[in-house]
């Protein structure tokens, strides 16, 4: 979903992590098979990935429609990369794949050197553990009859996570600033902002060395906003917390990311260190989400 809220140029809104990424990190990871030999963090190798269309006619076969098309990609232990895209460019088809959700028509996903291929919850269970997802629109994925505590709590039951879960769940709200009293409350009675923090403390609790977060401050106003990529900040450029943030919006991309992939038709047009790319845009797609910064259509 594309966020339209007006706000100051470019120039002011877009403030490049420094360092610099690794663009390289591409195309020694499109040399090797992900899962093949030990690769730390997320690799995704030739990933395509099809959807099928209704068929035009009852006796007419479906058709499919490609939204992804052999995408090379890789997230090394601690990184934080941006994943760039208008609407329809394939950042979610992508997302589904890298977080074993679908399996790819073609191409491999691995982690850490082990394969990652949708399949039964115990069998994902080492994959989870290592690398969680915070989702864009936390009051529909967070159930509401449940207590915070409940939710944080959650996947430590699901991924037979070792520990005292009431420790955990107090570590995981102070990591992400909750004070200790909401954990008595329901989703209807958080604001936006701290819903959000609750879903970030859920993907925290089990320890994982690694968020895919999905346009995770879009829903939000402009100072909740800024307090939540804060809270990304500390996570993943303090912290040391793997990143892949999937987002249109490259003001947020630059905040956090080191180096920025950017998607269109499916395809990777380019992968390059968050800094050059934004000051120096090669593909016009990419032009056009930097002149679209902060909020405008593209
Ligand atoms: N389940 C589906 N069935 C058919 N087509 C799909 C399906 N999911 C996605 N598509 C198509 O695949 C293409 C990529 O969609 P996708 O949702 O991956 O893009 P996106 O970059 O995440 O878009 P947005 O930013 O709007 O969420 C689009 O053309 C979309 O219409």
């Not at 030739?46 to 006619?57: E, K, M, Y």
């Not at 000051?279 to 259509?297: F, K």
């Amino acid at each position: 979903m594309l966020d339209r809220r007006p706000g100051p140029g470019p120039a002011a809104r877009l403030h490049p992590r420094p360092g610099g990424g690794d663009s390289a990190g591409l195309g020694r990871a499109a040399s090797r098979r992900a899962g093949g030999g030990r690769v730390n963090g997320l690799v995704a190798s030739g990933v395509t990935r099809s959807h099928r269309l209704p068929r035009q006619r009852p006796w007419s076969r479906p058709g499919r429609h490609t939204a992804v098309h052999g995408v090379d990609l890789r997230l090394a232990a601690g990184e934080s990369v941006g994943l760039v895209g208008c609407s329809g460019s394939g950042k979610s088809s992508l997302l589904r794949c890298l977080l074993a959700l679908d399996r790819p028509d073609a191409g491999s996903v691995g982690y850490d050197g082990r394969p990652v291929v949708p399949g039964p919850a115990h069998a994902l269970r080492w994959f989870r553990r290592r690398v969680q997802y915070v989702p864009q629109d936390p009051a529909s994925t967070l159930d509401p009859r449940m207590t915070v505590a409940a939710l944080v709590a959650e996947p430590l039951r699901h991924l037979d996570v070792p520990g005292d879960p009431d420790v955990v769940v107090r570590s995981a709200l102070q990591r992400v600033d909750l004070p200790a009293e909401l954990a008595g409350r329901r989703p209807g009675e958080l604001s936006g902002g701290q819903a959000q923090r609750v879903a970030i403390a859920r993907a925290l609790a089990p320890g994982p060395a690694l968020l895919l977060a999905d346009e995770p401050v879009s829903g939000l106003d402009l100072p909740v906003r800024r307090q939540v990529v804060e809270l990304l900040a500390e996570l993943s450029l303090r912290q040391g917390l793997g990143l892949l943030l999937v987002s249109h919006d490259l003001s947020v991309v630059s905040a956090l990311c080191s180096r920025t992939v950017v998607l269109h038709d499916g395809r990777v047009v380019e992968d390059r260190p968050t800094g050059e790319l934004v000051a120096d845009p090669r593909h016009p797609r990419t032009r056009l989400l930097v002149e679209a910064v902060p909020h405008l259509p593209c």
